[in-house]
């Protein structure tokens, strides 16, 4: 049935901005955008299935000079796609 399933997508975007000045770098931090997405069954009875992901593309942060690790880790994240599967039951 079309209504045991539920989805969602996610886009994260983070625009560009000015490196920070105060830390000696110069220049711009490129934008930035990740996408998320899950599917869901809801045909079992008080039970949720998901399987999911967050960044499916793999997107790496954009460099900023001004930290040590080569991004702005305020801003953005480093953590790369990541999958999941997860279950959930109602009483």
């Known amino acids: 049935n079309v209504t045991d399933w539920q989805t969602a997508l996610r886009l994260n975007y983070i625009g560009e901005y000015a490196d920070d000045k105060d830390a000696g770098a110069t220049g711009t931090v ?28 793999n997107e790496d942060p954009p460099f900023s000079a001004a930290d040590f690790v080569g991004y702005d880790q305020t801003t953005h994240s480093a953590q790369g796609a990541f999958w999941y599967l997860s279950s959930s039951y109602r009483f």
């Open 30 to 57: 490129d934008s930035m955008m990740t996408v998320d997405m899950n599917v869901s069954y809801v045909g079992f009875e008080h039970w949720t299935l998901t399987v999911g992901g967050t960044n499916l593309f």
